[in-house]
């Protein structure tokens, strides 16, 4: 008998539920949504709202978009964005989650203390996610973005450096660049470093390690443009080499091999719990 378990820390962070919960409540009351960007990357979640009525819609339709309604979702937006909104009589429903609008604000306010002098400010993140895209927007694009140590080959050592991080990056990766600037920055300058990772969604790793390691077989969910999906998978193959990433239940065509008995389901920040169930289910079918 085959025993199939979903790990109960899986699923949606707080910033996604309030986004969906945001969208949810303005089509309940409104014939037009639109939402920029899709509102989580997963996108049987997105065709999900999307069947209820919610248009997702990039930048370049953004901006010759006028007297609608659009909603922002968790990653948050550079101030460009507000401004074109408030030129074309756009109302936003911003549903930025709470700890990358706190970091935006601190990332504006040691802009503002330092941009007048040689010093560097610096995002530990992914180039052209949407979140880092808005934290750079309050820099008036000057923040140089770091993905990795061999990335820092741009900064200038012999000035001040401010480190920032992306809210879902890796806490191992980001101490990795704190020392490496400790190492190779000049005696006299300053560098600070602000660890600024949600911990809702780093203490996922360590979790959903120990998840897959207790399992004989794991199936991880999520979509394929899921960072914090990508990241959280390897882990998952840290924990168990029998780890399978999917984004559809339907991607699940054979019997488990023999002598599986405990097979785990677990997912991202950003896979929604009735696919995960859905998962499970498709499992039982096909190993009755």
């Given at each position: 008998?085959?025993?199939?378990?979903?790990?109960?820390?899986?699923?949606?962070?707080?910033?996604?539920?309030?986004?969906?919960?945001?969208?949810?409540?303005?089509?309940?009351?409104?014939?037009?949504?639109?939402?920029?960007?899709?509102?989580?990357?997963?996108?049987?979640?997105?065709?999900r709202l999307e069947e209820r009525g919610l248009q997702t819609i990039e930048h370049e339709e953004f901006?010759?978009?006028?007297?609608?309604?659009?909603?922002?979702?968790?990653?948050?937006?550079?101030?460009?964005?507000?401004?074109?909104?408030?030129?074309?009589?756009?109302?936003?429903?911003?549903?930025?989650?709470?700890?990358?609008?706190?970091?935006?604000?601190?990332?504006?306010?040691?802009?503002?203390?330092?941009?007048?002098?040689?010093?560097?400010?610096?995002?530990?993140?992914?180039?052209?996610?949407?979140?880092?895209?808005?934290?750079?927007?309050?820099?008036?694009?000057?923040?140089?973005?770091i993905e990795k140590a061999e990335d820092l080959d741009q900064l200038d050592f012999n000035h001040d450096?401010?480190?920032?991080?992306?809210?879902?990056?890796?806490?191992?990766?980001?101490?990795?660049?704190?020392?490496?600037?400790?190492?190779?920055?000049?005696?006299?300058?300053?560098?600070?470093?602000?660890?600024?990772?949600?911990?809702?969604?780093?203490?996922?790793?360590?979790?959903?390690?120990?998840?897959?390691?207790?399992?004989?077989?794991?199936?991880?969910?999520?979509?394929?443009?899921?960072s914090n999906g990508k990241v959280l998978f390897e882990e998952c193959r840290k924990g168990n080499p029998?780890?399978?990433?999917?984004?559809?239940?339907?991607?699940?065509?054979?019997?488990?091999?023999?002598?599986?008995?405990?097979?785990?389901?677990?997912?991202?920040?950003?896979?929604?719990?009735?696919?995960?169930?859905?998962?499970?289910?498709?499992?039982?079918?096909?190993?009755?």
């Amino acid at each position: 008998m085959i025993e199939v378990e979903i790990d109960k820390g899986s699923g949606f962070c707080f910033g996604v539920v309030n986004a969906i919960k945001s969208a949810e409540r303005e089509l309940n009351d409104s014939e037009s949504l639109y939402c920029l960007g899709d509102i989580v990357h997963n996108s049987l979640e997105v065709e999900r709202l999307e069947e209820r009525g919610l248009q997702t819609i990039e930048h370049e339709e953004f901006s010759s978009l006028k007297n609608k309604k659009v909603l922002l979702r968790a990653h948050g937006e550079p101030p460009s964005t507000y401004l074109a909104a408030k030129e074309n009589n756009i109302t936003i429903i911003d549903a930025t989650c709470p700890v990358v609008l706190r970091l935006q604000q601190r990332i504006h306010r040691c802009y503002e203390e330092i941009k007048d002098k040689e010093s560097q400010l610096v995002i530990y993140g992914k180039k052209g996610h949407a979140e880092v895209n808005g934290l750079v927007g309050q820099t008036n694009g000057t923040a140089i973005v770091i993905e990795k140590a061999e990335d820092l080959d741009q900064l200038d050592f012999n000035h001040d450096i401010f480190l920032f991080s992306q809210t879902t990056k890796p806490l191992d990766g980001f101490l990795k660049i704190v020392a490496e600037i400790e190492r190779r920055k000049a005696p006299q300058t300053v560098f600070k470093s602000y660890d600024t990772i949600c911990r809702q969604v780093v203490n996922r790793v360590p979790n959903v390690k120990e998840f897959a390691a207790n399992h004989d077989w794991v199936y991880f969910v999520a979509g394929k443009k899921s960072s914090n999906g990508k990241v959280l998978f390897e882990e998952c193959r840290k924990g168990n080499p029998n780890t399978v990433f999917i984004s559809d239940p339907e991607e699940i065509t054979e019997p488990l091999p023999q002598g599986i008995r405990r097979v785990g389901v677990c997912g991202a920040t950003s896979t929604p719990k009735w696919l995960m169930e859905k998962v499970a289910n498709r499992i039982k079918e096909l190993n009755p």
